[in-house]
């Protein structure tokens, strides 16, 4: 189990979660991008620049019992 929880709400109040807590990160990558045709990822990394300047990255391991980091100015939190 991971601890990745995406969701897109909508206007009208519902959402839908493509990856839900208890998918595996690799699974949560896998909805983005598949090994299928191509070399297989190492990593799905969202990197946010705030308005402030700072920047934050989330990290997220093409694996089945990885678990996702964040970084702030290159800090882990």
Known sequence: MSNVDVYLPAVDGSAYWPVAKGDSCKEAVHVLFTDDFAAPPHRLVIKV???????????????????ATVRIDGESV
């Open 49 to 67: 620049t705030t308005e402030t300047g700072k920047v934050v990255e989330v990290s997220i391991p093409y694996d089945d019992t990885g678990k």
